[in-house]
């Protein structure tokens, strides 16, 4: 019997082209993020895209190491940045404090909300003592699909803090916001900046 396939995953591997050449930079959040870190700092970026934020990363001297959970996004990535971009599945990272950043950027809002606190377990494991972790989230109170057949957490403010404080950080800091996506319907927006103890 054929296992039936993901339509998240189908969704971003049958739109990867289309999908890379829609996006832009999320400059304001990143600017915040990287001006938290030191320079050459070692940033790990889950769901690359694109490869737009990287490439921000890049030039601004960061060591940044671009990844994508979809093979098709992973190789439009790397025709972007013109380097290698690995495929990293959320569940499959497993580094220990190999990173002084992590962005996840509009990606971890399509992880199952029974995995979500394992994930957050391995980003926090992955980072350095006074790391800065930065994530975003569409705003609900329980999980489901967009019209676009693609699966989101639609966490609520609360929910997503004490999925955040399951594990040791200085600072977890949540900002509420109004605006939209690749499906440009207006969306209620969660930007997590957490700094791990």
């Not at 339509?7 to 959040?29: G, H, I, K, L, M």
């Not at 399509?110 to 006074?130: D, F, K, N, T, V």
């Not at 676009?148 to 916001?177: H, M, Q």
Request: charged share 25%; with cysteine.
């Amino acid at each position: 019997m054929a296992l039936e396939k993901d339509p998240t995953a189908s969704f971003y591997s049958e739109n990867a082209v289309a999908y890379a050449e829609s996006s832009a930079p999320n400059t304001r959040r990143l600017d915040s993020f990287l001006s938290k870190l030191v320079p050459g700092a070692a940033i790990l970026e889950l769901g690359c895209g694109s490869g737009r934020d990287s490439a921000v990363m890049i030039a601004r001297g960061f060591d940044a190491t671009p990844t994508d959970g979809t093979p098709e996004m992973a190789q439009e990535a790397s025709k972007h940045l013109s380097r290698p971009v690995d495929v990293l599945r959320f569940g499959d990272i497993d580094a220990v404090s190999a990173f002084d950043g992590v962005w996840a950027n509009a990606c971890l809002l399509h992880a199952p909300r029974a995995e979500l606190g394992g994930i957050l377990g391995r980003i926090h494991e992955s980072l350095r003592p006074g790391g800065v972790f930065y994530a975003s989230f569409k705003a609900g109170e329980a999980e489901g699909h967009d019209g676009l057949g693609r699966y989101y957490n639609y966490p609520s403010k609360a929910w997503l803090r004490a999925a955040y404080e399951a594990f040791a950080w200085t600072s977890v800091d949540i900002d509420e916001v109004q605006g939209s996506g690749y499906d440009k319907k207006p969306t209620d927006w969660l930007h997590v900046l957490a700094v791990k103890a």
